[in-house]
């Protein structure tokens, strides 16, 4: 069955620190894949995305994310995190047949001063 | 409004009660989504509407019932819950319903089942 780990429940960084959030994928093919954010009392706003070639993917606010087949892996860095960084982080695959997106299960980003 | 906009943001119901969720983008998009996130868990895709067609019905129990009458509306209709139904749910769009569309979020509807 398809799946999509995030092993970090909770992450606390200090401002200007860099940050790595893990995703590992189980699908037989390359699915596409995307992280999202969520802010408190908001909806989910997509970051950035993969569907193919290069593998490292730039996104907005500074964030970007590398693929890595051999892994399966799709983790999310940020060279310096702000103190607006502070919020849910989501990994997602879509399938390549559609209709069908798996989610994993976040990890809360704490930014300290 | 611009986006994807759910009503009400929050809702208290009674195990015997029937209430409805509503959702609508003002995109343009074609394909139509409900999730269900509850606390550390995946979010849990629901529905899939395509053109105003059920394309996807994640093993959803009935007292769940989607409604799409047109391409920016989307209902869900809830009767008989139960109190672990209780969660935030959100609706989202995407242009098509192929996996690599980007899915816009609304800010989801706050529900207690009591």
């Known amino acids: 069955a398809q799946s999509v780990t995030q092993p970090d429940i909770h992450i606390t960084v200090s401002e200007g620190a860099s940050l790595e959030l893990r995703c590992n994928y189980s699908y037989g093919a390359t699915p596409y894949l995307f992280w999202y954010v969520q802010s408190p009392g908001q909806g989910l706003q997509l970051l950035l995305k993969y569907f193919s070639g290069d593998t490292l993917v730039q996104g907005i606010k500074g964030f970007e994310a590398e693929f890595k087949r051999s892994q399966s892996s799709f983790n999310l860095r940020k060279p310096s995190v702000h103190w607006s960084d502070a919020a849910e982080y989501f990994c997602?695959?879509?399938?390549?047949?559609?209709?069908?997106?798996?989610f994993g299960t976040g990890t809360s980003l704490t930014v300290i001063p | 409004e611009t986006g994807v906009t759910q009503t009400p943001r929050h809702l208290v119901m009674g195990m015997t009660n029937k209430k409805s969720l509503k959702c609508e983008q003002h995109?343009?998009?074609?394909?139509m989504y409900w999730y269900k996130q509850s606390a550390k868990k995946p979010l849990e895709l629901m529905f899939v509407y395509s053109l105003e067609e059920r394309v996807e019905n994640n093993s959803v129990p009935s007292r769940f019932s989607p409604e799409c009458p047109n391409s920016s509306h989307l209902f869900l209709h809830l009767h008989t819950l139960q109190p672990e139904d209780s969660a935030l749910y959100l609706c989202?769009?995407?242009?098509?319903?192929?996996?690599?569309?980007?899915?816009?979020f609304g800010p989801g509807t706050r529900l207690t089942v009591l």
């Open positions: 989202a769009s995407s242009q098509d319903n192929l996996g690599y569309g980007e899915q816009f």
């Open positions: 997602a695959v879509g399938l390549n047949t559609g209709n069908q997106f798996y």
């Open positions: 995109l343009g998009h074609n394909a």
